[in-house]
């Protein structure tokens, strides 16, 4: 049981670049999130989405896209990639919305120069 | 706002020595209070939920509780493999009628043999 899978671990891009971070769970999760985490700061929330095509904006959506074609996969898109979105991201899923705990990926390290 | 405060920043405790991390919350109707543990380079992962005051959880080593304001991770005799970050979150309702899950920074624990 591979749990949440996210792709790639480490990238760098160049400020303007696009990109698509992966995101895959297998436990059948109808929730799913998309979380940064910087220093000094608490996980923030990007995007969720409560099930297949339905997506809504969390507490720091500018800049960021997401779509969810099917219950596994919930990839986050950036745009154009700028300095201020260096950090660790991290993709949940929960069985649902509330009083359920999140199950993490190992995260995304990204760094834009 | 929902507000969560987690302190101290860090602690190095001798392997054995027991001590309790705090966690501080402001929520208006908390929903659920969730404690994880995050290694360097990981995804957090779930710990313990709490739902009402005087509840309390426990699991090897560690004991969660939970007051109207505050919980408390309670870590006995721990051993070097307890040396991680441990975050803190309050599930709330928002004024849209859905709930938010809002995180503490954390208190990194290092555990000295």
């Known amino acids: 049981n591979a749990g949440v899978t996210q792709t790639p671990k480490f990238q760098v891009l160049k400020t303007g670049q696009s990109m698509t971070l992966q995101c895959a769970q297998d436990?059948?999760?109808?929730?799913m999130s998309w979380y940064r985490q910087d220093p000094g700061m608490g996980l923030r929330l990007i995007h969720y989405?409560?099930?297949?095509?339905?997506?809504d904006q969390g507490e720091v959506p500018n800049g960021y896209n997401v779509s969810r074609s099917t219950t596994e996969d919930f990839p986050l898109r950036l745009l154009s990639a700028a300095p201020s979105q260096t950090s660790v991201y991290f993709c949940?899923?929960?069985?649902?919305?509330?009083?359920?705990?999140?199950?993490f990926g190992n995260g995304t390290r990204l760094t834009v120069t | 706002e929902d507000q969560v405060t987690q302190s101290p920043e860090a602690l190095r405790l001798q392997e054995g020595e027991s001590s309790s991390l705090n966690c501080s919350y402001t929520?208006?109707?908390?929903?659920?209070l969730f404690w994880y543990r995050q290694d360097p380079g990981k995804g957090p992962e779930f710990l313990f939920t709490?739902?009402?005051a005087g509840e309390e959880k426990e699991k090897e080593r560690l004991k969660a509780t939970l007051t109207k304001k505050e919980s408390f991770l309670h870590i006995t005799a721990p051993k070097p493999e307890d040396s991680a970050t441990y975050l803190c979150?309050?599930?709330?309702?928002?004024?849209?009628?859905?709930?938010?899950?809002?995180f503490g920074t954390g208190t990194r624990l290092t555990i000295i043999p």
């Open positions: 949940a899923s929960s069985l649902s919305v509330t009083n359920s705990p999140l199950h």
């Open positions: 436990m059948n999760h109808e929730y």
């Open positions: 989405s409560v099930g297949a095509g339905i997506t």
């Open positions: 929520v208006s109707g908390l929903r659920g």
């Open positions: 709490l739902y009402s």
């Open positions: 979150a309050v599930q709330g309702p928002t004024a849209f009628g859905n709930e938010k899950l809002t």
